[in-house]
């Protein structure tokens, strides 16, 4: 334990906090000639992989609210690059499907992750390392709230 407990460069909360928004920013100028901020962007990768998808299901994926979901889904559709539909199968239920323009994006955001290595200079063994703790640290967070 640090003589210090309280002290600010002690506290992990404050460390990704400062992590996740130094990252974020170098997002901020790949993504920009996209269209998209970093949130929305989150949104499309999920729909590249997984599309045509459930509000309800995105929603667990990108674990957000709903209520934080629609205005960006609503965004994107307005740029013309998803569309939502009533599930034909449960006309409760809004299932998000990309258009073309949605997936042609696809293309040009292939250039994102390695732009995003080369901006943080660490290798990918490193990151990937980086990124196995942090979802051990996410699930151990989850874990604690669900207690």
Not at 37 to 55: C, D, G, I, K, R
Not at 115 to 125: C, E, K, P, S, Y
Not at 135 to 146: D, G, L, P, Q, Y
Request: proline share 7%; hydrophobic share 45%; glycine share 4%.
């Amino acid at each position: 334990m640090p003589e210090n407990p309280l002290a600010l460069e002690h506290q992990v909360c404050f460390a990704l906090a400062i992590a996740s928004r130094s990252v974020i920013a170098l997002y901020r100028p790949i993504l920009e000639p996209m269209g998209l901020t970093h949130p929305q962007y989150l949104v499309m990768l999920a729909l590249w992989e997984f599309e045509p998808v459930s509000v309800k299901d995105l929603s667990g994926m990108l674990q957000l609210e709903p209520a934080t979901l629609s205005p960006l889904l609503k965004r994107l559709e307005s740029s013309g690059l998803l569309r939502r539909d009533r599930d034909a199968r449960d006309e409760r239920s809004l299932a998000v499907a990309l258009t073309d323009k949605g997936r042609a994006l696809r293309n040009e955001a292939l250039k994102v992750p390695p732009a995003i290595v080369a901006g943080l200079g660490m290798d990918i063994d490193e990151l990937m390392q980086l990124h196995e703790r942090l979802t051990r640290v996410i699930a151990a967070a989850k874990n604690h709230s669900e207690d």
